[in-house]
């Protein structure tokens, strides 16, 4: 897994996913949002981490019951004790939310060991209780059957999809209340100084709006007296 940086980390946590979104559409990419997923608590912090997956596949009845979990290398629960802290915890559910993908206790683990986050593209139960930890987590809507009932975990750490999005062992992963972003590991520094950049114009434009300027030749940067402006205003504010 690669390992991201404190500065590209600490630069996404103040950058939004609509930004990053604009500059992955700038670079061809335009299927990186993980699609259906909703943060479980409305005020719980940015979500920056790198990925590691957890893949389900449909359960065969036979080789899913209750029993599965004393073995400890079960992927479910492999995953959890695996899972490097700082990172992000992805699991491919197949957009079925009919059974959980995992529940507040499997998340409390993850948040004690130090990782960054949890995202499933189906759903947890115990989801009130998660929403209570203050720890980023998303999934489509709470779903109290066990994840043995529809989901059989098969593979730890490999390619997946989730929401309809490819997620790959170490891509960066961004969640705020518009949702998941996956950012491919090759270009997150990249990506991380294009957007800073590009959420100090936006924060720019935004205070000019607000003061009643209007958007043509602001937004975007057309005319000349808007790059002077902007040069004033980062010098003023420090940006």
Same mark, same amino acid.
């Given at each position: ?19 990053v ?93 130090g990782? $960054?986050?949890? &995202? ?8 009130? %209780? #998660? =929403?209570?930890l203050? +720890? ?40 705020? $209340?518009?949702? &998941? ?8 520094? %990249? #990506? =991380?100084?294009?957007? +800073? ?8 434009v ?33 940006r």
């Amino acid at each position: 897994m690669s390992k991201l940086s404190d500065a590209t980390r600490n630069k996404l946590k103040t950058i939004s996913t609509a930004t990053v979104a604009t500059a992955l559409f700038k670079c061809g990419l335009r299927i990186q949002m993980i699609q259906d997923v909703r943060p479980l608590s409305a005020d719980q912090p940015t979500l920056v981490g790198e990925a590691f997956t957890l893949r389900y596949m449909p359960a065969r009845e036979d080789l899913n019951k209750i029993d599965v979990f004393r073995d400890r290398s079960h992927p479910q629960r492999k995953a959890i004790e695996d899972c490097p802290p700082g990172a992000v915890l992805v699991m491919d559910s197949r957009k079925d939310a009919r059974a959980a993908s995992a529940g507040a206790i499997l998340v409390t683990r993850l948040m004690k060991r130090g990782c $960054a986050g949890v &995202v499933t593209d189906g759903g947890f139960r115990d989801s009130a %209780e #998660i =929403a209570k930890l203050g +720890f980023p987590a998303y999934h489509h809507r709470p779903s109290a059957p066990t994840n043995l009932a529809l989901h059989q975990a098969i593979e730890i750490n490999v390619p997946i999809g989730c929401g309809d999005a490819p997620v790959f062992p170490g891509d960066v992963i961004l969640g705020d $209340a518009d949702g &998941v972003i996956v950012i491919p590991a090759h270009l997150a520094d %990249e #990506i =991380a100084d294009e957007t +800073f950049e590009m959420t100090a114009f936006e924060d720019f434009v935004m205070e000019e709006v607000q003061n009643g300027r209007g958007i043509f030749g602001l937004y975007p940067a057309t005319d000349e007296k808007t790059l002077t402006d902007f040069a004033a205003w980062r010098k003023k504010n420090g940006r």
